[in-house]
């Protein structure tokens, strides 16, 4: 698919912040169009430019068995429910649909008072209680007219459809926002609390602030606290030195996984430990410099501009906007087993976000009407994907 021309907010908004977004959420240079293949890096690298791995590649393959869905507008955040239904989040209408994962009906639940769209912001990520059976509570990553902020909604399918979410209950509020890099994923990790990741708005000196939540990925309890294990007894921030956080994923060992937006060079996937800095705005990439962690794969930011990822069969699965397809990365441990291999490329348009849903079986979420892409017939899309 051909991309457009950057609208003039975003141009202007890449103008103000001198950030050199050409990546800051997957937009395409006018006229650079990404490659479909990987090419090969120098003798004895991989094409990320890092050592090659030893031992046989491990190939995976996609299958793209139904499109659930079609016909929505800016979708972001999706999230399951008990059931297998899917919560799914409009950025520019501030919504939050329901789809039926038998025959993707939809039917919008509410929504979100006090959303702001605009340029990366609005409606971003949804989060689903660990305790949903019983407190009925839907989290919202959003952004408001002064900033970013996260809210809890109580869930009510008794009430009419449009009417079903509870008013918000905010739990944090005072992320930084900006036109680009509001970051916006959240998700409750193996130990129920609630993380997220932020970005640093095109301020660049925030992601190294570790009095800011820009830049970071924060941890927190269900009610917005801090919590036991935090770097810092009192903050919530988990770790720091991020540019634009949209995807995070835990593997088979309770293992965090970040994606990450590069500026022009590269992009990045992050082993999170807590307490440590990954490094922007002194090092984008593998950089090796002391005091700064190394992400574990990268690709240039015409192949990734990565969203969301999730974490089926022994690997993590990167959907990426600009580069136009779905990554996957397989494990051994907390490194690559073998070079990162690409599918779906250019078949699909922009691809935002992708969630497990159990098994070798994902969803994957299309970005097409996001102002960024070049809606086709049926944009934006829900595909349902079985992976090896």
Partial sequence: MQRPAVTAVLAAALLLFGAGCS???????????????????????GAN???????????????VVSTLTEGLKSPWGVAALPDGDLLVASRDEGTITRIDAENGKK???????????????????????????SDRQVYAYFTTESDNRIARMLYDEQKPAGQQLGAPDTILRDIPKGV??????????????LYAGTGETGDTGLAQDRKSLGGKILRMTPDGQPVHGNPDA???????????????????????????????????LNLIE?????????VEGKGGKSGFVDPVAQWTTAEASPSGIAYAA??????????????????????????PQSFLADKHGRLRTVLSAGGS??????????????????????LELEVK
Avoid: C
């Fill in 23 to 45: 990546s800051g959420d997957g937009k395409e240079p006018v006229g650079q169009k990404a490659p479909t293949t990987t090419a090969p890096g120098p003798s004895g690298t």
């Fill in 49 to 63: 430019g890092s050592p090659s791995p030893t031992g046989p590649p491990a190939k995976g393959s996609v299958k």
């Fill in 107 to 133: 039917t919008e639940i509410g929504s979100v008072p006090g959303v702001s769209p605009g340029g990366e912001g609005g409606l971003l990520g949804l989060a689903i209680s660990p305790d949903f059976a």
């Fill in 180 to 193: 680009i890099h509001n970051g916006g994923r959240i998700a409750f990790g193996p130990d129920k609390m």
């Fill in 234 to 268: 009192d903050s919530i921030v988990y770790s720091w030195g991020h540019r634009n956080v949209q995807g995070l994923a835990w593997d088979s060992e309770k293992r965090l996984w970040a994606a990450e937006f590069g500026q022009n060079t590269w992009d990045e």
């Fill in 274 to 282: 807590p307490g440590k800095n990954y490094g922007w705005p002194q």
């Fill in 314 to 339: 022994g690997s993590i699965w990167m959907a990426g906007l600009r580069g136009e397809r779905l990554w996957r990365i397989p494990l051994s441990g907390t490194a690559p087993l073998a070079e």
């Fill in 361 to 382: 079986k994902l969803w994957l979420v299309t970005s097409e009407t996001d102002n960024r892409g070049t809606p086709e017939s049926g944009d934006d899309k829900i």
